[in-house]
C-alpha cells in the first residue's frame, strides 16, 4: 500500500471518530435538556400540589393552661393524698390543711349568729314595750290633766270661801280659827295646783321621753324581720364565712389532669395564696407554632392541621385546627425587647405564635406532655371554619375576642 493511501485510510478515520463524538455530545446535552426539564415538571408540579399549599415549621411546641394549686386559708398541711405524675379527676382530694382551728371559729360564729337572733328578737320584744309605755305616758297624761283641773277647782272653791268668811269677819259671824282655816285651806289647794301643774310637766316630759326610745328601738328594727335584720344578716355572713373556710381545709382538683410541680410537705405551715403543686390537663393540649411572619400571608382561622411529635415519631400524626393568632410577635412581649430604634439595627425575622388544638381522642390514644417538640403543617387551601374575618392570619388577629377555641 502506497504512503498515500495510507493518509486517506487515517483521514477517513479520524473524520468517523469526530462524527460519533459530535453525536454522542448531542445525545448528552438532549439527556441533559431532558432532566431538566424534567426537574423543573416536577418542582413546578411539587410547588402547586404542595409548596405553596402547606406552610411548615418544626419551631413548635406542645402547652396549655396548667392549673395552679393554692390554698384560701392559713393553716398546718394535715396530709397530702397525691405525687407527681399521679393522674387526678376534678374534685379529687389532693391536700389537706388541719382544720381544728377552723371548726372553733365556725363554732364561735354559730354561737355570735345565735346571740344576735335572740338580741334582734329582744329589740322587737322592746318595741312592744315602748309602744304599750306610750300609751300608759298619755294616761298619766290624761290622769294628770284631770288632777290639774281638780286643783284648780279646789283652789277656786277655797278662795271663794276665805272671801266670804272675810266678808263676815267685820260682823263678827266668823271666829278667828275658822278664818284662819279657810286660808290654810286657800295655801293648801295653791301648793296643790302647783302640785298637779309640775306632775303635767313631768307626765309631757316622760311620754316625750317614752316616744323617743320607741323611736331608737323601731331604727334598729325598721323594715326588717329577725331574718333580715343588720345585725342577724352579719352574724350569718361571718357563719357562712367561717364554713366556708372550714371546707376549704380541703384542696380538691379544679379540673382533671396530671400532678407536676408539687412543693407542699405534710406538717409544713401554708400561706393563702402559696402555690402548693399544679394540675397540667394533658387531655386538653394545644400547639403553639413559631411561624416566620413570611409564611403566615395565606394562614386562617379555621384551617387544618397536620402535627408530628418527635416523641412518636413520623409514624404518629395528629390533627387540628388554627384557632388563634399572638397578638405580638416573641421578641415583642421579651423581657427586654429589641430596640430597633439604634444606629446599628440589623433586620431579624420575626416569628408569630399560631395556636393551633388537637383532636382529644387522638390525645387521648397517644397522649402528650407539655414542652414536646412538634413538627406542624397547616393546609392552606383547607376549609376554612371561621366567618368573624375574611383576611389572612394577619388581620385574623383582630377577630381573637369573636372566635373562641373549640373546647378541647
Excluded at 387521648?364 to 412538634?374: A, D, H, I, R, Y
Aim: charged share 20%; no cysteine.
Amino acid at each position: 500500500m502506497s504512503h498515500s493511501d495510507s493518509q486517506a485510510i487515517q483521514t477517513i478515520a479520524d473524520s468517523s471518530a469526530a462524527g460519533n463524538a459530535g453525536n454522542k455530545r448531542k445525545k448528552l446535552f438532549t439527556i441533559f435538556a431532558g432532566v431538566i426539564a424534567v426537574a423543573a415538571i416536577g418542582y413546578a408540579t411539587y410547588w402547586y400540589f404542595i409548596g405553596s399549599r402547606y406552610v411548615t415549621t418544626d419551631n413548635a411546641y406542645t402547652a396549655v393552661e396548667i392549673s395552679q394549686v393554692t390554698p384560701a386559708v392559713n393553716g398546718i398541711v394535715a396530709d397530702v393524698k397525691v405525687v407527681d405524675t399521679q393522674y387526678v379527676r376534678q374534685g379529687d382530694v389532693l391536700v389537706v390543711i388541719d382544720n381544728r382551728d377552723a371548726a372553733l371559729a365556725l363554732a364561735q360564729a354559730e354561737a355570735d349568729l345565735s346571740r344576735a337572733e335572740r338580741r334582734v328578737q329582744s329589740y322587737f320584744a322592746n318595741d312592744s314595750g315602748l309602744a304599750a309605755q306610750v300609751l300608759a305616758r298619755e294616761a298619766e297624761q290624761k290622769r294628770s290633766a284631770a288632777q290639774l283641773l281638780s286643783a284648780q277647782a279646789d283652789l277656786q272653791r277655797a278662795e271663794l270661801d276665805l272671801r266670804r268668811r272675810e266678808a263676815l269677819e267685820k260682823s263678827g259671824s266668823v271666829s278667828g280659827e275658822e278664818l284662819t282655816n279657810a286660808r290654810t285651806a286657800v295655801l293648801t289647794a295653791q301648793a296643790n295646783l302647783k302640785a298637779s301643774e309640775a306632775a303635767g310637766v313631768q307626765a309631757d316630759a316622760n311620754r316625750a321621753a317614752t316616744i323617743g326610745a320607741q323611736k331608737a328601738s323601731t331604727v334598729l328594727t325598721a323594715n326588717t324581720t329577725v331574718d333580715t335584720n343588720p345585725e342577724v344578716t352579719l352574724a350569718r355572713a361571718k357563719r357562712d364565712q367561717a364554713k366556708l373556710d372550714l371546707e376549704r381545709t380541703v384542696l380538691r382538683a379544679p379540673i382533671e389532669g396530671v400532678i407536676a410541680r408539687r412543693q407542699v410537705q405534710v406538717g409544713q405551715r401554708v400561706q393563702a395564696g402559696a402555690a402548693l403543686l399544679s394540675v397540667v390537663p394533658t387531655r386538653a393540649l394545644h400547639v403553639d407554632a413559631n411561624f416566620k411572619e413570611g409564611q403566615l400571608s395565606q394562614v386562617h382561622l379555621g384551617q387544618p392541621v397536620t402535627m408530628k411529635a418527635d416523641i412518636y415519631g413520623s409514624a404518629v400524626e395528629y390533627h387540628g385546627t388554627v384557632v388563634g393568632v399572638a397578638g405580638g410577635t416573641g421578641s415583642a412581649f421579651a423581657v427586654i425587647p429589641a430596640q430597633n430604634a439604634t444606629g446599628n439595627w440589623i433586620k431579624v425575622v420575626q416569628r408569630l405564635p399560631v395556636r393551633i388544638s388537637i383532636d382529644r381522642k387522638e390525645l387521648v390514644e397517644k397522649p402528650l406532655s407539655v414542652g414536646l417538640s412538634m413538627d406542624v403543617s397547616i393546609d392552606t387551601r383547607g376549609k376554612s371554619s371561621t366567618t368573624a374575618t375574611g383576611g389572612t392570619a394577619m388581620n385574623a388577629v383582630t377577630a381573637d375576642n369573636a372566635i373562641k377555641s373549640p373546647t378541647l
